[in-house]
């Protein structure tokens, strides 16, 4: 295997497929995947070729975010099973040598997490500060002016104790107080808890707001804001998000995962590039990837793309690792935003660029945005505003052409897509031009070069439609060329009889007779 030889660490070489468990597969019939149906994936996950697992959030709850209002960090909810059932996952996980990484969800819990039932007790409770509590102001408004993540008052009043929470999402998601030192230990002890079961790094939560501005000032007016972007556009996040001292909690949770071999932290970061290169950390300490999620927000054109690529490239910090996303469960699928026929070449760029990519269930079998009826709607931010719903991208995952396309004997928690009967894994594999067989092929492309797995990137050209990049390690040189639009384009003159090694229409490969680079085409060339 290539990258046996590369000196790297997994999670530089790898590849991370992200599962959102409710949707992955269902083993008992409640319509909810589950634990042990992860556990009867990981041979398609091993087959596929990825390096890794992260499961979204799998933790007791009420559900009220589906997982992300946790009631308990060190146990399973029953909906999804067992610690049992988790430690198996993990042995069986490791045993066919992919990784395990859990999201970590430390910015806030659940309302009925026990830490907040004894902090909204009194005001005198010994976890009182646990949670941030204000007065407010005199005329009886909240404490200042923040707006939830998914829309409404940040803050909600507590009758019995006459104070008001924050809450940065719904008011069942009150937000811890990082600036407490028992918090953190706390915290620390929850992520030890996992690593000592085997877990190999965590995706954290909105890693970026865990620390809030001490005097909880008002945030400014956005003035760019329109309808109808989310409510919480009308504000600039700035005194709720990017605090200086949050890099210090970060160093800390990094130091946990360093009590242990080879373990990663992945935080969730949305913050213009100059911002999110300093999760990288004071000496690299920080996060060892601080997600970078510009492939769902540049515009799908050969020029911006290029451009996102370079600034990245450039302002990462010396030895920080890059990576890519092309999707995720809170954004619409690639499919959905660049079409059936690009989102082929979106794998391509994905499986091509410098860094640790990530894929998303269900891109590998092209799903798209599944329509949801109003009266099926899951997703609480969906319900107090849908144009913001994100239950289009979280659909069961598609395995065969069966009742309920394999992924449950009863009625799935969120409906199958239209085209289910053809989209499905087992009708895919049996189609040697399917988005399936090319995402398998473009892994096994990179995990037999170091020149893409590991290797150096250049920019070779760029015009309105195609972007055209080398990827090299030592001697070995390969070159990416993807037409980003709906014509033919031809390639520059200096790539005229080199070998195709792939292509994203899977049709052709061998020495390239000067046959242009096809409407919706990417390849891999070696000179």
């Known amino acids: 295997m290539a990258q046996a030889a590369s000196g790297s660490l997994w999670w530089q070489h790898g590849i991370v497929y992200q599962v959102y468990p409710r949707s992955f597969q269902d083993t008992n019939g409640d319509g909810v995947g589950d634990l042990p149906g992860i556990h009867r994936r990981l041979d398609y996950l091993a087959s596929l070729g990825v390096d890794a697992v992260w499961i979204s959030p799998i933790y007791p709850s009420p559900m009220a975010d589906f997982g992300y209002d946790v009631a308990d960090y060190c146990d399973i909810d029953p909906l999804f099973g067992t610690l049992a059932d988790f430690d198996a996952l993990v042995a069986e996980a490791h045993a066919r040598g992919l990784k395990v990484i859990l999201d970590f969800v430390p910015n806030h819990t659940s309302d009925r997490h026990p830490w907040f039932l004894d902090s909204r007790s ?15 102001k005199p005329d009886g408004a909240p404490p200042n002016n923040w707006i939830s993540h998914f829309g409404g008052p940040a803050w909600t009043f507590d009758e019995a104790t006459g104070q008001w929470y924050l809450h940065s999402f719904l008011r069942q998601q009150p937000d811890l107080n990082w600036r407490n030192a028992d918090v953190r230990a706390a915290m620390y002890d929850a992520l030890r ?6 877990v190999d790094g965590f995706r954290v939560d909105v890693i970026w707001l865990l620390i809030k501005d001490e005097a909880l000032r008002d945030n400014p007016l956005n003035p760019t804001w329109q309808p109808p972007g989310a409510e919480i556009g009308k504000l600039i996040q700035f005194y709720n998000a990017d605090r200086p001292e949050v890099h210090d909690v970060i160093a800390e949770m990094r130091a946990v995962l360093d009590e242990f071999n080879e373990r990663v932290l992945i935080g969730e970061i949305y913050l213009p590039l100059e911002r999110l290169v300093t999760y990288y950390g ?4 920080g996060a060892q990837l601080p997600f970078n999620f510009q492939l769902l927000e540049t515009a799908w054109n050969a020029r911006a793309i290029a451009k996102a690529i370079e600034d990245y490239e450039r302002l990462l910090p010396s030895g920080g690792w890059p990576n890519w996303v092309l999707g995720n469960h809170d954004r619409p699928r690639i ?33 798209s945005r599944v329509e949801i009826p109003p009266e099926a709607v899951q997703d609480p931010w969906g319900i107090n505003e849908p144009d913001q719903g994100r239950d289009p991208s979280r659909t069961p995952m598609q395995w065969d052409g069966g009742p309920q396309a394999g992924f449950t004997s ?19 594999e049996a189609d040697a031009g399917s988005v399936l067989n090319l995402y398998r092929a473009l892994i ?9 797995s590991v290797g150096a990137f250049r920019l070779r050209a760029v015009d309105d439609d195609v972007l055209v990049y080398e990827r090299s390690s030592g001697d070995e040189r390969l070159v990416v060329a993807l037409n980003l639009s709906s014509h033919d384009r031809p390639l520059p003159d ?5 070998s195709v090694l792939i292509s994203t229409h899977g049709d052709r490969s061998g020495v390239r007779d000067g046959t242009p680079l096809r409407a919706d085409e990417g390849l891999v060339l070696k000179p």
């Open 122 to 136: 009194s005001r005198k409770s010994a976890k009182r500060d646990w949670y941030i509590w204000r007065d407010g």
């Open 193 to 198: 808890f996992w690593l000592d079961r085997g």
């Open 282 to 285: 004071k000496e690299l300490k």
């Open 335 to 367: 499919a959905a935003r660049v079409g059936e026929r690009q989102a082929r070449v979106a794998a391509m760029l994905l499986m091509t660029l410098r860094g640790t990519p990530t894929i998303y269930y269900g891109d590998e079998i092209g799903l």
């Open 410 to 428: 009863g009625k799935p928690w969120l409906p199958l897509s239209d085209d289910h009967a053809a989209r499905n894994v087992a009708a895919l």
């Open 444 to 452: 096994a492309l990179r995990r037999a070069h170091l020149a893409l």
């Open 494 to 498: 200096a790539l005229a009889g080199v």
